[in-house]
Structure formats: C-alpha cells, structure tokens
C-alpha cells in the first residue's frame, strides 16, 4: 500500500513507490528566510550554510538555504552546513515474558522510547509483542434477568462446571464474577404499581425478584462452589418493554474495577447474554430522565444507584470506557438480535458476537470460541496523540494487515509466538516535550513515546561580540550578522542615527506593507539594495518591486521574442504590439466596408476590434439590446423631427439634430425592421432607423403619412349614453317590481298556511246580539 508523503511549507516533487514506501526527493521550498531557524522550518530538507562569505555582493542572505546538494554546488564546505537530524532513544526495555509466574509479566517491548524529530522527516523504530501463555482471565458473566431469560437462567445454574473447565485449558489463574440487569424501574420500562415493582413476573411464578436495573451479585473468584451458589440464589424478574438495560449494566461493570475485582495483570472478559436489544442514550427522555450519563462509578451494596436518575449511556461513551479499562465484550445473543449486536460490536473495539440456542446450552462454547477469536488478533495503536504528529503501524508477522495510520493487526496469532510492529512517526510541526501511548487493544501494556523536535540551529559561533566581518558593529549568528543597538544593515554598515529602526525599515516598504524591498532586496539605511535574481540579472525599483524575467509569453518566449520585458509588462519592437508582443501591426481585419476602422466605435489591437462598450465585435456593429435603448432614447426626436410636435418640440435642434441625421420618405430604403410610434396626437409615426459611423451617429427615414384614427361620433356618443341610461333605469324599476312581487306572494302563502292550521269552535256565544234587527208585520198576510 502506498502512502502520499507531505509535510509543512514541504511539497513531494518527485515521488516512487516502491515496496509501500514513498521515496522522497530532497527539495527546498523556502518562503522568507531571514535566519537559520526561519530555514530549518521551511521544509525538512533546507539545510543552512554558515560561511562568512557565502553570499556575494547584492545577494541575499536566503542564498543560505537550500539542498545540501546545491549548498555544496554553490561552494559551501560540508562542515559548515547547519542541519539538524533525527534521534532516537530508548529509555526502558524490559525483555518479554516466557511464561505468568504470579509477578507483573511484560507482553510489550519497549516501554519507554524519546524520539528528537525534524520536522517533515520520519523515523521508524520497532515495537515487539508476545503474548504470555497462561495469562490470567477475569470473565464477568452479565446476565439478562427479563422475564424471557427464565429458561436460561435454569441452565446456567449448572453452566458453572463446565465454564471453569474450559478457562483452565486456558490458564490455571481464572476467575469468574456475575452481574444481572433488567432495566430503569421507572415508567415505561416498568410497572411501577407497588405489586408490580415487587413482583414483575406473572402471579403462577411464585419465585421472582423485585424489579431491579443493575444488580453485582459475585465479586470475582476463582471458587466454583461459590459461583454456583449466587447464581442459584437468582431468580427472574420482569418489566415492560422489549429493549432491556445493557449498556448501563455494562458501563457499570467497566467502570467500578475495585467492586467487581478485576485485576491488573488479566485478560477482561464481559459476557452480556440476552434475548433482546438495548436501550441507549436518549431514550432517558421517555422518562424525563435529563441528564447523561458522567461514566462513574455509582454502585451502593451491589446496586447500581443511579438507574433512575441518570440517562442511558451513548454508544462511543461504552466504547471508550471498555477501551480505557482493557475490557474485552462477547455478546452471546438469540438469533432474533444478533445483527443488532453484531453493529454494536463493529462499533466496540476488540468485541465479538456469538449466537446463543434459546436455552443457552452452548454459552461455553460460545465464550471459548470468542476468546480464541479476540486473543488470536493483535490489534496495536495509541492513544492521546498530540496535533501534527502522524503515525504509521506496519504488522510484521505472518498474517499481517494492511499498514494504517491508526491501528495495526496481526491476525492467528498464538500463545507465545512474537509479533512486531514498524511504528513510523513524523511530526508536521515544531513542538516540545509532547508524549503520547502505544498499546495493544485489550491488553494493559502501553509504550510511552515522549517526542520533541529539532527546530534550532547549533552553529558554534565565535564568543566575541564584535566582530570583523560585522564591521565592528555586531557579532556573527549562523553566518549572518546581528547588529548592536543602533546599526542595521546586511554587514551593520548603516548607523541609524536620531531615527528609530521602524521609521528606516518603513521607508522600505511599498504603501505600508509588512516586506521590506518585497523581500527582493536589503533595506540598507532606509533605501532599498536589490538582490541580483536567480538568473544573474538584478531587481529595480525603489523597492525592488520590478524584475524583467516576469512578463507574459508567446509561443514559450518571454515578449514573444519580438519585445523586451520591463518592470512586469512587455516593451514591444516596432511593428509589433499586444500584450505579449505577440501581433503584428495590422488593421485589415478591423476595416470595414465604408473603409472605416471599427466603424469608429472601437480600436484596432492586434488585428482585431476592441468594441467600446454596448458595441461587438468583429467590427463593433451595435446589438438589439442597443438598438432597443436608442429607439426609447430617440423616439420623442422622431416626433420633433419629422412633425414639429411633441415634448422636445421647443429644443429639438439642440437635444437630436447631433446625434440623429433624418429624412422624411414615401417609401423605406433602409433594410432594418420598422419602428412604431405613438405621438402627441395619438397617430402612429413608423420609422427605421440605421447606425452610422462613429458613436451615437444614426440615420432615421420617417414616413411622411401617419396613421390617425378616424374622430369618434358625438351624436352616436350622446344617443347611446341615452339610451344606455333609459334601459338602466327601466331595468331597475322592473327588479325592484319584481322585488315587491315576491315579498308579496310570500306574505299571502303564509297567510293561507295560518288560516288552515287555524280550528273555529260551533257554539253560539249567549252575549252576542247580532246587529240586524227584524221587526214582523202583524198585518201582513204573505199575500
């Protein structure tokens, strides 16, 4: 695998891969340089040359720093180039261990290693690991106490046996401790109805614990008669949901070592079994339970104190504390979440996921299968590592991983066999007394690299302070001179005088900038002494701003070959013009039908128009957008022009008679599209209009006929607003007619519907007289 090799200021400029390692070619790329320090820094390859006189007149002292190849090419003895280099130091390394012998064994060498580094550059050095035959295992047994363990836990009850049997084809120093957990006795992960909180389970079970979150029911041991009576002594329990505690009886286990007794010089072993997934951080709030998790201990007489104050644990959270603490999960789960956990465990350093039967017969075979898998694989990488240091694993071993930057593996590897490991670092940057760990995942053995780096110049001055070469002004440092209080210059020929040094070196910097002489030249007494260039020409400028090596090119040639380069721009040879001297002076493509050039709304460059601007090219003919804002310029000209009317009527010879010649016509010449106008009167003026020569210079023809509309009819205006006014009004007397129809024939229908409902008695009132009186004629006979 190949790695791309950079470095601060430091750029790889010829790169060959070969057998995973990148070959670097020694190159300088230097920026400002003002001191041998100022070199080191500037990339890991510039080496500093302290010869009094290597730098000729006018040169400046930058010249200093380069390749050690081209110091030496440029005259520069061996002995007096500056060039500090990588060291290494081994400060403690114990030989590994054969075999545990109750005594703190050593799987890891070194232990100590001091690394002085220039930056840029790598150094490499070997770290050696072998893992001790029997070392000593410390497995917690954490187990899923939730009403669907009940068939489980029966048979673990008598797993402790054979659990001990299989560790001691281990090692002879295991030790066994368990734990149980449920979940948050909180709702909704728990009834908390008083009964319910005491017995969780269903009324026919008559052995059931109270409901409980995290319980440390044995320390570890090496009794297998005591692990059998704790487990036996554990009864189900029960709760709501699916998704139990795991994360926080994990984080417990990890994090309280003295409780459960983990010890020091072990393998750690966490074997969660369960039925089902987990809860994690943030599904607190379902409780209100706020606040994270801090990663404490917070165990009071076995039990985990804080389940129902303090939210689930995160993800990273677990990770990091079973890293921190050496611990080593295996999750044996059911079939029905072994891909939940197998993502958990691709998340967990140094974990492996096994899938237990529905009644947990095949727990130990299952843990010895886990084990194999995690003690077999190496996997070595560190820890607290500071900013700007890379570092590169390369496993040396028989099934070796790809080399990384973060981790490297070996992988079958056995008991007693030795593994190494090419551990390379570089740091980007200076930096002092930083360290950082290297261990293995897993196990407690860690390498401390303690680093530094070599940013300064040992230069073995001359002790006088005065010094011949400085003028008697000021001592040599590393080749230059350091001027004494009121000299400056390259050999401290300038004295200052009344003036201060900023108010000289300010006179050497263009509109107060920070570069002195654009850091091409000395500020030698408040004026600017050029440097010579690389090619053996000089800058210019009063601050050295201008060289004549930096124009444009033609065809690979600085000018085109036809010009000479001045301060940055081209100088072109009669008969040659452009910006690269490129052209030949020629106006035959910008000449125009009219024998014009560019029609006079442009120049001609290089044989080709530049338009002014609204104009294009080839030859700076106008376009429609123009067009357009000439004709709403010009169209109160047209009116004044061809009719004597409209708003520039008063000035008309004044605001068109310049820019606009007219004629008036009974038939268009000009081919363009025609142009409508409405004027003052309200008749349409049609036009064209046709750009002459020059800006704002056009031709109009304007019909002499307008199209007017015809007068409107007063007498059919004044009969039809009549009559319009008659039908209104005869229309309005018909609603309103037809209004007081409607309200009529309402009021009559509700008046037949009272009249039927209404029921009239027969009966004659005894009071009533009726008011016709009739008087009988006693004489008459009917005759």
Request: a neutral charge; hydrophobic letters at 30%; charged letters at 25%.
């Given at each position: 695998m ?5 470095s ?27 001191s ?8 890991p ?36 180039i500056?060039?500090?280099?990588d ?18 064994p ?31 295992v410390?497995?917690?047994y954490?187990?899923?106490?939730s ?13 402790g046996?054979d ?9 002879d ?5 368990f734990?149980?957990f449920?979940?948050?006795t909180?709702?909704?992960?728990t009834?908390t ?20 979150g ?18 036996t ?11 139990e505690g ?7 286990a ?14 750690r ?8 997934g987990?809860?994690?951080a ?11 998790s ?13 389940s ?8 990273g ?24 956990y ?25 843990i ?5 898998s ?6 070595l ?12 694993y390369t496993p040396?071993?028989?099934d ?16 007693g066999?030795k ?7 570089t740091?980007?940057s ?8 290297i261990?293995p ?14 940013c ?35 050999f401290?020929?300038c004295?200052i005088?009344d ?7 300010a ?10 002489c ?7 007494c ?26 444009e ?9 036809t ?8 100088e072109?040879n ?40 609204g ?11 123009q067009?357009?804002?000439v ?6 000209c ?18 068109c ?11 268009f ?21 046709d ?20 007068p ?9 607003s ?28 509700k ?9 009239w008695?027969?009966?004659d009132n ?12 006693p ?5």
């Open positions: 190949n790695y791309l090799c950079h601060v200021l430091f750029k790889c400029m010829n790169c060959v891969f070969h057998a995973g390692l990148c070959q670097q070619a020694e190159v300088c790329l230097k920026s400002v340089i003002n041998c320090e100022d070199c080191i820094r500037s990339g390859y510039c080496m500093w040359c302290k010869d009094l006189n290597f730098t000729k007149s006018g040169e400046q002292e930058t010249v200093r720093c380069d390749t050690k190849a081209k110091l030496i090419e440029r005259g520069c003895k061996t002995e007096d500056i060039f500090p280099e060291s290494k130091q081994i400060d403690k390394e114990d030989p590994l261990s054969e075999s545990f012998n109750q005594e703190k050593v799987q890891l060498s070194p232990q100590k290693i001091s690394l002085k580094l220039r930056p840029g550059l790598s150094t490499t050095f070997s770290v050696s690991f072998k893992r001790v035959q029997g070392y000593p410390d497995l917690y954490l187990m899923d106490l009403y669907s363990m009940k068939d489980d836990l029966e048979n673990v009850k008598g797993l046996k659990l001990f049997e299989a560790l001691k084809n281990i090692t120093y295991a030790q066994i401790g734990g149980a449920v979940d948050k909180v709702l909704p992960y009834n109805n008083k009964e319910k909180l005491q017995k969780p389970c269903d009324e026919n079970d008559q052995q059931c614990q109270a409901a409980f995290y319980r440390h029911v044995l320390n570890m041991t090496s009794s297998e008669t005591q692990f059998k009576e704790k487990v002594e554990q009864f189900i329990s029960g709760n709501l949901d699916s998704p795991s994360l926080d009886a994990m984080m417990q990890a994090v309280c070592g003295d409780k459960i007794g983990w010890r020091n010089s072990s393998t072993l966490i074997v969660l079994t369960t039925d089902a987990f809860h994690m943030g599904d607190g709030k379902l409780a209100g339970i706020l606040e994270p801090d990663e404490q201990c917070h165990m009071e007489n076995r039990r985990y104190t804080k129902i104050d303090m939210d689930y644990p995160s993800v959270q677990l990770a990091m504390q079973l890293e921190k603490n050496n611990i080593q999960p295996i999750f044996a789960v059911t079939e029905n979440v072994a891909n939940v197998k993502e958990l465990s691709e998340m967990i350093p140094k974990s492996e996921v096994g899938v237990l039967s529905s009644d947990s017969k095949n727990v130990v075979e299952l010895k299968t886990a084990y194999n995690l003690s077999s694989k190496v996997t990488t560190h820890d607290n590592l500071p900013d700007n240091v890379r570092v590169i040396k071993c028989k070796a991983g790809q080399p990384g930057n973060s981790e490297g593996v070996c992988n079958n590897v056995k008991p066999e593994i190494s490991f090419d551990v390379t670092v740091a980007e200076c930096m002092n007394d930083k360290s950082f760990t261990r995942l897993g196990i407690k053995d860690t390498l401390t690299v303690s680093l530094s780096t070599n300064d110049c040992e230069c073995k001055d001359p002790e006088d302070s005065i010094h011949s070469h400085c003028k008697g002004k000021g001592r040599v440092k590393c080749g230059i001179c350091s001027c004494s209080e009121g000299y400056v210059g390259q401290c020929e004295s005088g003036k201060d040094k900023r108010s000289l070196r006179s050497c910097q263009r509109n107060n900038g920070t570069m002195e654009e850091g091409r030249g000395d500020c030698v408040g004026r600017c002494q050029c440097h010579t260039t690389e090619s053996g020409s000089s800058y210019h400028g009063d601050y050295c701003e201008c060289d004549n090596e930096h124009c090119k033609f065809q690979n040639k600085l000018c085109g070959g010009g000479k380069c001045n301060c940055g721009r081209c072109c009669a008969g040659y013009e452009g910006s690269a001297c490129q052209c030949k002076v020629s106006e035959e493509a910008c000449r125009t039908l009219n024998d014009t050039v560019c029609f006079g709304r442009g120049t001609c460059k290089c044989n080709r128009c530049e338009c002014k601007e104009y294009q090219r080839p030859q700076c003919q106008y376009t429609t957008h067009v357009f804002i004709f709403i310029v010009s169209r109160n047209i009116e004044c022009l061809g009719f004597d009317s409209g708003p520039f009527k008063k000035n008309c010879s004044v605001a008679r310049k820019s606009i010649y007219h004629e008036m016509v009974d038939q010449t000009i081919p363009d599209k025609q142009c409508l106008q409405k004027d003052t009167e309200g008749c349409w003026i049609k036009f064209k209009l750009q002459l020569v020059r800006e704002d210079n056009y031709k109009a023809e304007i019909l002499k006929q307008r199209d007017c509309p015809e409107p009819s007063v007498v059919a205006i004044i009969g039809g009549i009559a319009s006014v008659a039908l209104i009004g005869i229309l309005l007397l018909m609603l309103i007619k037809l209004l007081l129809y409607m309200k009529d024939l309402k009021e009559f229908r008046f037949e519907n009272e009249k039927k409902k209404s029921k008695a027969e009966a005894p009071l009533f007289q009726n008011a016709t009186t009739t008087v009988t004629n004489t008459f006979t009917g005759e």
